[in-house]
């Protein structure tokens, strides 16, 4: 069992729990966004309403290409 409950976590680990836990492949495309992080409970979420989620964290979105998700963004600002 796996815990969706994230507490300053960088963004590329909490989306690699995700894609091993749905079995996509989700990928960052945007470096802005990889210093980013996230905090937050996903748990027992369906996979878009996290992605959402995740993206409104760090201004970013999302898009689906069949079974792999690419997110991009302008990036979080660090300043907390």
Do not use: W
């Amino acid at each position: 069992h796996r815990s969706f409950v994230f507490d300053r976590e960088p963004l590329p680990d909490v989306l690699s729990k995700l894609s091993g836990a749905f079995e996509v492949e989700i990928s960052v495309d945007s470096p802005a966004l990889l210093p980013c992080v996230f905090t937050g409970d996903l748990h027992g979420l369906p996979l878009h309403m996290q992605l959402n989620l995740i993206c409104r964290s760090v201004n970013g979105s999302y898009e689906q290409k069949g079974n792999a998700y690419s997110i991009t963004g302008e990036g979080c600002s660090n300043e907390n």
